[in-house]
Every structure is written in structure tokens, then in C-alpha cells.
């Protein structure tokens, strides 16, 4: 047997009701700064959609019962749960102020597209002053990491961005390929999704070279990392 | 005939596709959420780190979603 984990909470009210991808049900182990929960299963699960959907379901089950919940990454097993305190040990001093990002807030995540009409992949990296990838190589410290974080950034999805800075509360983005310039994650208020998706459709009109492709809200899988 | 490279990797395409909500499982759940350091976790797990890692879109998607033809 091994032991599955599903996701790092600050608390979780109840486990009842919520099984897991094999059908397993869930235990809460109490951890540094963290409870993790998790469950037997007899064999690693299989990368496939049914899979991947039980987890989804699981992981969502649980987000709707904690204020402030870390998803793991699909796949993520010990062999026992002292294996797991240590695992868990190693990133506990981050742990209160991951929860403190999270807490209360979902998930919301913007497609930026090309339309077949726009120029083509562009060039540029990141905003006006922004170094390539050989200046950046250049750069030290605190200016190598701001250049680094500018390329990221598309300069065409800053309306995105500044349009919705009343109402995300954290943004990351990760640059895209192909027809895909960037995909832009934002965590807002648990409840306020809908508001979230009115806001993008109206700076998705100023836009038409750009194709904005909403989803959510979701747990905060994108914000789970440190 | 196969579509040419572009066309198969068309994000738009996945995104207008039946499959749409698949995307946002496997961008979540295998390149998103918290990574425990240390070899013993995730390699009890047989799903490959490198593969979940460099995998992402691309070897996930051509695994999970129907061929097309």
C-alpha cells in the first residue's frame, strides 16, 4: 500500500462523503503547519481521464471544505506517514504564508489567444525595457530576477492585467507558444467568479486582436507552488 | 492526411474541442499544485517527475485525448 496525497489544508472541517481516486477513503494527518490529506491505495494511479477527473473531483471536494487548501501534483506518494511528515516538513516555514495567499480566494484562468487576423508571434519579450534572454544573462541580482519576471509578461495583456487589478487579488502568467500568447491565472474571492468573467468580457471588447478564453473558478492549483 | 505541426498544436482548436475542460485538467493537475521535494515521494508514485514535468500539454494531451483525424 501506499499512501496518496491529495492536498496541504489549514484545516478541513469533515472528510465524510469524499473518497478518493480509488475509491479510498481519506485521512487527515497532522503535520507541520499543515494538515495533509490523503489516502491508502494499493498501486499508483493510472494517467488517464477518468483519473485525472476523480482527482479533480476529490481535490474540489475538498476546496469547498477548507478556507485555504494547496492541491498536490497529480501522482504525489509515500510509502508511509512518516515519510509524509518529513516530505511535508521540508516546505513547512512557507506554509503559513502560501495559506494566507489562498485563504478564502479561488481560482480564475484567462487563454490569451492570437486571432487569425493578429501579427504573428511576437517578438518582443516583455514589457518596454525588458532585457532579452542575453541581457537578462547579463544582469545580477534583484534586476536579473525583475528581467526574468518581464518576460513573462506579454506586453499585449497588460489591459488584462490592469483591468482586473480591483478585482484579482494575485496574478501569475506563464507565457505561451503557438496561438497561445500567455495563459494568465488570477486568485478572486471566493464567490466573485462571476463578476471576474463580466469584467474580462468587457476588456476582451477593447481587444480585437486577442481571443480571451475564461475558466473557473477552480482551487488554486496555479498558486500551490512557492 | 495528418494536419501539419501548427494545426495539431493548435491551443485554440483543443480549447473549442469537446475536450476543452480536459485541458484544464492536465495544465492543473500535472503542471500546477505543490511539489515535495525528495526522490523517495514522487518515484514511488511510477508517474515519472521528468515526464510530468517536461511532458505537460503536449505528451499528456496526445495520451489522453482521442486521436484526430
Redesign the interface.
Known sequence: M?L??Y??ADRVERLDGIAGVGDEPLVQIETANARLVAGWIA??PA???AT??A??RVIRALHDRASAL??????????GVE?AV???S??ARTLPERFELVRGREQM?V?V?RTAGAAGASGSLGSPGATGATGATGATGASYLRARASREVPPEIAPLVDGTRTIARATRVER?????LA?VYQLVERGRSAEYREQVERIAATLPHL?L?V?GP??V??F??D | MTPPP?DR????RL?ESPD???V???????D???????E???G????DLVY?RLGLVLA?AD??LPPRS
Open positions: 501506499i496518496y496525497l492536498a496541504l498501486a499508483p494517467i488517464d481521464r485525472l477527473e482527482q479533480d494547496l492541491p498536490m501534483r497529480f501522482g504525489t506518494a509515500v510509502d515519510a518529513r516530505a511535508v521540508i516546505v484562468t487563454r489567444l505561451g507558444s503557438s496561438d497561445l495563459t481571443r478564453r475558466s477552480s482551487p492549483f496555479a500551490a507552488r | 501548427t498544436r493548435s491551443v485554440a480549447l476543452q475542460s480536459l484544464d485538467l492536465v495544465d492543473s493537475l500535472l500546477k499544485g505543490v511539489v515535495l521535494d525528495g523517495l515521494v514522487l514511488l508514485a511510477d508517474v510530468v499528456a495520451r489522453i
